[in-house]
């Protein structure tokens, strides 16, 4: 075989190995389009099943542009600043809990977190409703003490699974603690912690539809009064809205994912 044939029959090889490949863990750029296409596809076609119902007062005194957007915007007002409180508690939390110096007291702050949990979350808005107020900070004040718990796990969950060995190596180099906790053991825990966001994300969405007993507004209002009305138009579309704005949601957080995730991984 002559040097040119050689050339030639590994000609695909060598484009293979020089050709610029997409980090691992990293999704091609198309198919970040997929869930929104869906999704405007669903509220495309509820748009078009409502138009062409005949709607009585109440039902257009819902379903109109004017209260769909203001009760999507309180809904994730709700959702934004909970989640938000969240990761500024659970997140140190979880760190300092996987701290050998705080290993005594990791069980039973578990155990406390857990009662959040174990609780009914329309229990809480009506305990809060009762010994504290009504309105849009009892609500938030809920579904903090009802998700705290996750995100507070897969961060220590994601900061354990860490290799030792790294950790060591790391530490051999000259790294101070807080530089191993900053450069090697958050970077590798990003993926399992950012689950723990989107689990609550998503809890918090639907959780957020009980804001409307207590004054809280959100689209929950919608179902309340699909449901009280004996309006199933009304109900279906404030159950869909929801289903939307939780996916939405978790789509918008998995690209954040995406973008914190270490390269590599």
Not at 48 to 55: I, Y
Not at 75 to 98: C, M, Q, S
Request: hydrophobic residues 55%; positive net charge.
């Amino acid at each position: 075989m002559t040097i040119t044939e050689e050339r030639t029959d590994l000609g695909t090889g060598a484009g293979q190995q020089t050709a610029p490949q997409r980090p691992a863990g990293r999704r091609p750029p198309t198919s970040y389009l997929f869930m929104p296409a869906v999704l405007g596809a669903v509220l495309l076609v509820l748009w078009w099943w409502v138009s062409g119902k005949e709607l009585d007062t109440r039902e257009r005194a819902r379903l109109n542009s004017d209260y769909l957007l203001t009760a999507t915007l309180e809904h994730l007002h709700l959702t934004v600043v909970a989640t938000a409180i969240v990761i500024v508690i659970a997140i140190p939390l979880g760190i300092l809990l996987t701290r050998p110096s705080l290993g005594a007291i990791t069980r039973p702050s578990i155990a406390v977190f857990s009662i959040g949990v174990a609780l009914p979350s329309i229990g809480i808005l009506v305990l809060f409703a009762v010994v504290w107020d009504i309105g849009f900070w009892p609500v938030v004040v809920a579904l903090v003490i009802y998700t705290v718990l996750p995100v507070m796990r897969n961060t220590m969950v994601g900061l354990q699974q860490v290799d030792p060995a790294v950790i060591e190596a790391a530490r051999g180099m000259g790294m101070t603690r807080r530089g191993v906790l900053a450069r090697i053991e958050l970077p590798l825990a990003v993926p399992v912690m950012m689950a723990g966001i989107r689990t609550a994300l998503v809890i918090m969405v639907g959780t957020a539809a009980l804001g409307t007993f207590v004054g809280a507004g959100g689209l929950g209002g919608l179902i309340v009064a699909g449901i009280g009305g004996g309006r199933p138009t009304i109900t279906l579309v404030g159950g869909v809205l929801i289903a939307v704005l939780a996916l939405l949601v978790d789509y918008v957080a998995g690209i954040a994912e995406d973008l914190l995730r270490p390269k590599g991984l």
